[in-house]
């Protein structure tokens, strides 16, 4: 293939400026006459042209992809300026953000679990931003043991992760700054609360696994030359951090070398100290497993797999007999037992066999727990560790499960329970009689019985057949007049399955109607289901959506001017290809932290990893046509008009770079008709979305609702 690249002009940043004004609550403002008070920022256009396989293709917005430059910052503030300054023009943005403060504001607690002598838990008291890890000893006095809200003065420092050595004494959490994914290593003494050792740095994609008290395994890449925000990370390695020595001296495990390259490498170690399992994969789908006897120090890696053409991870040992999940020659999963002196596939004897619905393992107190998607629902069995069945669980109601996962020595293991109009609850759940009792409910303001959560199956372009969640008021009239927001993934085997969001809530309160298709691309049907709503076959995640959207305005659930369709990440990319492709069929559209330069999408860090299920330009002619021909950013056409559209992302989103939404937003601010707003929300000291304080959240949920239903037509917010 032949690429060339030639940027011959700087791009240069003005403004235009415009009378702004202002608009009293009680003023009645329309649609239009809000659209001709928004005044976009010019944004400048560079003489970049990239060639693949003989055709050109301009990419006007490349300098929108250098996040250092001083231009892409003041374009940055522009673009905020314009659209905080359209938002607070709407009349009922600031009654939306109480109802959501008011609905946020409940305890929330998760679920308990044993370490060392202390049992740990976590809970948020309503508004803070960031939960609280809390901790009690033998049924004494609860005690805050780490409050990532002390971590930074505005909460954009989280807690993303914490890891107990196995007697509890020693712990050892990762921090997120500014939402990035690149972490900082903390120890501590449990007891003391005391650091221990220096702050390990530079850490990315990485799990931690103890070995005794000595130290961990943790994952990482060399740092990259120009912005750790966007440039490329293709070499994962896997390290050992011995406690009382610097990071300097940590050796690499795994991955230092050509042979070893792979873009993803992790690890975990048996409950027993005795086996280290490596996975190492290219892509998001698919990993090669390796396997090293801890108590020989001398021994090598001997390999279980070595292709990525499934998905292969450990359960659990006894002994020297490994328990597997696996997809191999099983596209709905399955959970195999093996011995880890013979750990090859061929060796491999089927526990638990592949059924018609896809299978998700957990295991604790001895035993294994298969909760199975059944068509995005959740059923949960138990079985002994030589896969005997012991029993069917009963399930609160219809929704999703979470948990039954703890050690081999625990008395009680502990489940959520949540769908779209429950809150999620926790239950304790005993494994040898195979009670549940409920251990925490939450005090939401928010009454169930008035709500209704229906599964329906409509059919696609092609023909399949699609389920789809509607969740509402029970006193809602199907007279197409609805606000409904539409809410789609589709991408990299994620099913979704239903879950308790208080601002899905607070929109279902205020009438609208909640929708959650369960497209292609996902896995809630197993891996064939996966497949086909990747590379060549992702137009069929696009034609789902499209199809739930049609669905809905045919059964008078809603209209096209009342349907807003959103999603974040690869759910962005939705977002942005079937509003390009249908425009017609919406009213609003807000895509999130989406991928939406497909030529170009893999050449910013990790996101080679995705070539699973999007493939690149550079890959084939076929391919880069493919891309080429429903990327939102190079598929947006001069005079159209698109739905009312805001898009978010943020400045420190190094998954998804922020670069995909800056070109876009551009693009449909030059090309768009002025009939509807075309407006880009950028948060400042925030990533992909893990970690985001409260107050960050309630405030885009805000803007968010208020930008839809005002461009939905409403003047004052709908009972």
């Excluded at 807690?159 to 500014?178: P, Q, T, V």
């Excluded at 693009?667 to 304080?693: F, W």
Aim: hydrophobic share 35%; proline share 4%; with cysteine.
């Amino acid at each position: 293939m032949k690429y060339a690249v030639t940027l011959l002009a700087a791009a240069v940043l003005t403004a235009c400026g415009g009378p702004k004004q202002e608009v009293k609550p009680e003023q009645t403002v329309t649609v239009t006459q809000q659209q001709q008070q928004l005044n976009y920022p010019v944004t400048a256009k560079g003489d970049v042209v990239d060639t693949y396989f003989g055709t050109q293709v301009a990419d006007p917005y490349r300098w929108l992809e250098d996040d250092r430059s001083s231009e892409t910052e003041a374009w940055v503030k522009a673009q905020n300026q314009t659209t905080f300054d359209y938002l607070k023009q709407i009349p009922f943005r600031d009654q939306i953000r109480d109802k959501l403060q008011q609905a946020w504001n409940y305890e929330r607690v998760g679920a308990p679990f044993k370490e060392g002598d202390y049992t740990y838990f976590y809970k948020n008291d309503g508004l803070q931003n960031q939960f609280v890890l809390y901790r009690q000893k033998d049924g004494g006095e609860v005690e805050v043991f780490l409050d990532p809200n002390t971590f930074s003065a505005d909460g954009t420092t989280s807690l993303a992760d914490i890891r107990f050595s196995r007697d509890g004494k020693l712990a050892a959490y990762a921090i997120s700054e500014g939402g990035s994914d690149w972490r900082k290593v903390i120890v501590i003494d449990t007891e003391t609360k005391q650091q221990i050792g220096d702050t390990l740095t530079d850490i990315k994609f990485s799990g931690i696994a103890w070995v005794g008290n000595d130290g961990f395994f943790y994952s990482s890449y060399d740092k990259p030359d120009g912005s750790e925000l966007s440039a490329m990370t293709d070499q994962h390695k896997l390290y050992y951090h011995k406690l009382g020595t610097p990071q300097s001296a940590d050796k690499v495990i795994f991955g230092a070398t050509d042979e070893q390259k792979h873009r993803y490498v992790g690890a975990s170690v048996t409950e027993d100290d005795r086996y280290l399992l490596v996975s190492a994969a290219v892509s998001t789908s698919g990993n090669k497993l390796f396997i090293k006897d801890l108590t020989q120090p001398d021994s090598g890696f001997v390999t279980i797999l070595d292709d990525t053409s499934s998905d292969t991870d450990l359960v659990d040992n006894v002994g020297d007999t490994l328990i597997l999940v696996t997809n191999r020659n099983a596209p709905n999963r399955k959970v195999v037992k093996v011995s880890a002196k013979a750990p090859q596939p061929e060796s491999w004897q089927d526990l638990i066999p592949e059924t018609e619905h896809v299978l998700r393992i957990s295991s604790g107190a001895g035993f294994l727990f298969a909760n199975y998607i059944v068509d995005a629902i959740a059923k949960v069995k138990q079985y002994d560790y030589d896969g005997k069945l012991v029993r069917d669980i009963a399930l609160p109601g219809v929704g999703s499960v979470g948990g039954f996962g703890g050690k081999k020595d625990a008395d009680t293991l502990y489940f959520s329970f949540a769908n779209y109009i429950t809150p999620g609850s926790i239950y304790a759940f005993e494994p040898k009689a195979g009670a549940s009792s409920l251990y925490n409910q939450p005090k939401v303001n928010f009454d169930p019985s008035r709500y209704v959560s229906e599964q329906v199956f409509y059919t696609s372009k092609d023909g399949t057949k699609v389920p789809m969640i509607i969740s509402y008021r029970k006193d809602l009239k199907r007279d197409g007049s609805n606000p409904t927001i539409l809410y789609g993934y589709g991408g990299f085997n994620i099913s979704l399955t239903p879950s308790f969001s208080v601002a899905n809530a607070v929109w279902m309160e205020l009438g609208g109607i909640y929708a959650v298709a369960n497209i292609r691309g996902g896995g809630e049907y197993g891996k064939e289901w996966h497949r086909a709503g990747t590379q060549l076959q992702k137009q069929n995640v696009f034609d789902d959506f499209i199809a739930a959207a049609e669905y809905l305005q045919t059964e008078k659930y809603t209209s096209p001017a009342k349907t807003a369709v959103r999603g974040g990440s690869n759910g962005g990319l939705l977002v942005g290809a079937v509003m390009t492709q249908r425009p017609e069929l919406f009213g609003v559209a807000i895509p999130q932290v989406g991928v939406l330069d497909m030529l170009r999408y893999h050449t910013f860090t990790a996101g080679a990893g995705w070539a699973y299920d999007y493939g690149t330009a550079e890959q084939s002619e076929d391919m880069f046509k493919y891309l080429l021909g429903y990327s939102p950013v190079h598929n947006v056409k001069a005079g159209v008009t698109y739905p009312a559209t805001m898009i978010t992302t943020a400045d420190h989103d190094d998954r998804v770079v922020p670069a995909h939404s800056f070109k876009f937003a551009a693009e449909l601010q030059d090309k768009a008709s002025k009939a509807t707003p075309q407006l880009i929300r950028i948060d400042v000291k925030a990533g992909h979305g893990a970690g985001m304080p409260v107050s960050m959240v309630i405030d885009q949920a805000a803007d968010i609702y208020s930008f839809t239903l005002f461009n939905m037509g409403y003047s004052s917010l709908p009972q």
